[in-house]
């Protein structure tokens, strides 16, 4: 079992910059791909970025919407996933959800990881 705790959400003004944070626990965090997806009021649950697992850092994957803005990266030591997202939109304004996948390779594909956090709303005023 993973217990993944994401937090760095809050409320910002348009082009500002946030870093959100996903402390994971439960099993070896190094040996798992990490994501981070988002949903907005009324829309399906989408991909942001995602990033593998390697001892050098592992690949990065970004959805065309961030590429550019969003920047995914992980500490292996420490157990966490970082998105550190600047000039924000407000149509970045959403649901933020943290995701692990039991298998090194990241994917962009939701149904492919294993364990979810509860989220965290970032906000982004215009």
């Known amino acids: 079992q993973v217990q993944l705790v994401e937090s760095g959400g809050g409320l910002v003004q348009a082009g500002g910059s946030l870093r959100l944070s996903c402390a994971a626990s439960?099993?070896?965090?190094?040996?798992?791909?990490m994501g981070w997806f988002r949903q907005a009021p009324g829309k399906e649950r989408e991909f942001v970025a995602c990033?593998?697992?390697?001892?050098?850092?592992?690949?990065?994957y970004y959805a065309d919407s961030v590429k550019g803005r969003f920047t995914i990266s992980r500490d292996n030591a420490e157990n966490t996933v970082y998105l550190q997202m600047n000039s924000l939109k407000p149509e970045d304004t959403a649901v933020y959800f943290c995701a692990a996948r039991l298998y090194p390779i990241a994917t962009m594909n939701i149904q492919e990881y294993d364990f979810w956090g509860q989220g965290t709303q970032v906000t982004v005023s215009s």
């Open positions: 990033i593998s697992w390697s001892w050098s850092g592992g690949n990065t």
């Open positions: 439960g099993r070896t965090f190094s040996s798992y791909a």
